[in-house]
């Protein structure tokens, strides 16, 4: 069963569809001075307070006092979001981002952090039908009980 979670496409599905287009719910959107994603809520409460935070490791080792420029330099702006909800600049970088298909049914969370302003925009969506995997699993199971039953097949 574990081969069926996280699938990035329904089944017999042809066309990409991508996560954030023919949106069917509203977006739920966030301003917060702090990440709302755990990611990252312990170096930036160091950043904030001008304490060391560890150097990413691909650049080197140790510790370091970094600017909020410097620390968030690595990451990307996510151009389907790319602006900042609580200034509206666009020299946003995202630091979280997770997204969940069952069945072609999209849920997806992303936050961004603005440079200019220092908040983080958080957006979070969920399609109408959307079960989790497992929650799909159970379901689907139950239907085959039910049809075992009135087919009279004994467990
Ligand atoms: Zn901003």
């Known amino acids: 069963m ?14 990409a569809v991508k996560y954030c287009t023919n949106l069917r719910a509203s977006v739920e959107t966030d301003v917060n001075a702090a990440p709302r994603a755990f990611v990252h ?16 490791p691909s650049v080197g080792h140790g510790m370091k006092i970094m600017t909020v420029a410097e620390w968030a330099g690595r990451w990307k702006r996510n151009d389907d979001f790319p602006d900042c909800l609580a200034c509206g600049s666009l020299n946003t970088r995202e630091h979280h981002f997770i997204q969940t298909w069952c069945r072609g049914n999209r849920k997806w969370e992303s936050e961004t952090l603005c440079l200019d302003c220092h908040n983080y925009s958080w957006r979070s969506y969920c399609d109408p039908e959307f079960t989790t995997p497992s929650e799909h699993e159970k379901e689907r199971w139950n239907k085959m009980l039910e049809g075992n039953s009135a087919l009279g097949v004994e467990n």
Do not use: F
């Open 2 to 15: 574990a081969g069926d979670t996280l699938t990035t496409k329904a089944e017999g599905e042809e066309v």
């Open 41 to 56: 809520s312990r170096e930036w409460k160091k950043i904030m307070a001008g304490d060391p935070v560890e150097i990413n």
